[in-house]
């Protein structure tokens, strides 16, 4: 072998190993992208998933939050229909109250008047036997 083949075989073989070295870098290089890419990928996941979760807390305090402002409906309602039968009641009572008395009333003015009817019937009968009387007392004189 001549030099200029000697010149050209470590050429070649250099040529060689910086395209073996060039061929490794690249596989490192790629393989770094590959591996970042992926770390990259988990980390989206990863915030995506924290999103999600987030959303879904919101979401549930939301529901949590709206559940008791029903329940605080339902409970003013409670309370006011219970306001209002309680007043019923005493309407109610109020009314039975009247009616007892205006009864009472009506009992008071019945006794009065039977009172007054006894009194009318005894001095009717005293006026019919002492007109009775007078018309006997007149004839007996004629």
Avoid: P, W
């Avoid at 039975?96 to 039977?114: F, M």
């Amino acid at each position: 072998m001549t030099s200029t083949e000697k010149e050209i075989a470590a050429l070649e073989r250099q040529l060689y190993e910086a395209k073996k070295r060039l061929e490794s870098e690249q596989t490192k290089q790629n393989d770094q992208s590959r591996r970042a890419r992926e770390e990259n990928e988990a980390h989206e996941r990863h915030r995506l998933r924290e999103e999600r979760k987030e959303k879904e807390a919101q979401a549930a305090k939301r529901r949590q939050a709206s559940e008791e402002e029903e329940s605080m409906r339902m409970l003013e309602q409670l309370a006011l229909s219970e306001m209002k039968l309680t007043a019923v009641k005493r309407a109610k009572d109020a009314v039975g109250n009247i009616y007892k008395q205006k009864l009472a009333e009506v009992d008071t003015i019945s006794q009065i008047l039977t009172s007054r009817e006894r009194k009318y019937k005894l001095l009717l009968e005293g006026h019919v036997t002492f007109s009775l009387t007078i018309a006997m007392s007149t004839q007996s004189l004629l």
